[in-house]
């Protein structure tokens, strides 16, 4: 069975920062590369950041450069955002999924987590 299990969202203060996880099991990073969206209250859910952890290539949105960092830790099947300087724009619900991704696009391939809120104060 497929799983995408995110944490480490919570409330912060403008300025402030959060390191989420994505815990993958059901399929290996040789399968599927792994991204980061977001959904506010409203909006459609958009792109942040994708990594292939095999080769380390990584792809960010505008909206995450210089902010925000992916990585992976390969032996625990485990992706990370780190978000630095948030800002209340920033507010939403944070998921993991499947994609295909290179250092110019990113494409989901299906799977979801059932995401971790995000929320930052002003």
């Known amino acids: 069975e497929v799983q995408l299990v995110e944490s480490g969202g919570g409330l912060v203060q403008a300025g402030g920062s959060l390191r989420l996880s994505c815990a993958v099991s059901g399929f290996t990073f040789d399968d599927y590369d792994i991204g980061w969206f977001r959904q506010a209250p409203g909006k459609e859910r958009e792109k942040v950041s994708c990594?292939?952890?095999?080769?380390?290539?990584?792809y960010y949105m505008h909206l995450a450069e210089g902010r925000f960092t992916i990585s992976s830790d390969n032996t625990k099947n485990t992706v990370y955002l780190q978000m630095n300087n948030l800002k209340p724009e920033d507010t939403a619900v944070y998921y993991c999924?499947?994609?295909?991704?290179?250092?110019?696009?990113?494409?989901?391939?299906?799977?979801w987590g059932q995401g971790t809120q995000v929320t930052v104060s002003s």
């Open positions: 990594i292939n952890p095999t080769d380390g290539i990584t």
């Open positions: 999924g499947a994609v295909y991704t290179t250092t110019s696009r990113c494409l989901w391939r299906g799977y």
